[in-house]
Structure formats: C-alpha cells, structure tokens
Nanobody
Framework: QVQLVESGGGLVQPGGSLRLACETS????????VGWFRQSPGKERERVSC????????TYSNFLGGRFTISNDDAKSMVYLQITGLNPEDTGVYFC????????????????????WGQGTQVTVLS
C-alpha cells in the first residue's frame, strides 16, 4: 500500500525559506511520479512541482517559478520541496501526491491523475 507523509511546514518570516519533505513507501514500480500541490485560503488547489521517471530518467518540473525546487533522495524514499523567498501568498497546506507506473513527463499529470495523497503540511508566512 502506497503511503505518503509530509513534514517540514511551519511558521516563517517573509523572505525566509523552508524545505518540505514527503516520505514515500509502498511503491512496487520504479516508474513513479510524485507531485507537490498547495491549497491556499480562498484558492483552488494548484500544482507546485513534480518529479517523474520517463524512460528511466529522472525529470523535474517546477510550475510556480524559481523560488520552488523539487528534489529527491531515492535511498531514503524521500521527495523534497525547497521554497525560498517566502511571502504571505505562499501560506497554505502543501500536499504531496503520487502515481505509479507513469512513463511520461510528470508535467503531463493533472491533479486528478494522481492516485495517492498525503495529509498535507501547513506553511504559514507572517505578514
């Protein structure tokens, strides 16, 4: 059974940085994809970043600009999201999600195509 657990959120000052972590387990296929999403007050859930393995090669995508960087540590089954230059608009719940046996760029994945979701970690940026 695939399980995802997020951590690393918290309360930060504007301009600060955070590294969120998504601990994964239960994958049976190496060609997986993991995405980061966020849901801010009054807004729809949106894609932040993703990592996939199309054709056996790790590929990273970031959708909200250079302040967001996804990375991974396969030995630890971890996927990270580093956020720099935090501003109050970044406040929200950050989720990781996953899909197994995905042989395409993770940029092609919409949120509805992910099969598993974590519970989220709260990021609050002071104003």
């Amino acid at each position: 059974q695939v399980q995802l657990v997020e951590s690393g959120g918290g309360l930060v000052q504007p301009g600060g940085s955070l590294r969120l972590a998504c601990e994964t387990s239960g994958f049976v296929d190496a060609e997986y994809a993991v995405g980061w999403f966020r849901q801010s007050p009054g807004k729809e859930r949106e894609r932040v970043s993703c990592v996939g393995r199309p054709w056996g090669k790790i590929t990273y995508s970031n959708f909200l600009g250079g302040r967001f960087t996804i990375s991974n540590d396969d030995a630890k089954s971890m996927v990270y999201l580093q956020i720099t230059g935090l501003n109050p608009e970044d406040t929200g719940v950050y989720f990781c999600a996953a899909v197994d046996d995905w042989g395409h760029s993770c940029a092609a994945l919409s949120e509805h195509e992910y099969d598993w979701w974590g519970q989220g970690t709260q990021v609050t940026v002071l104003s």
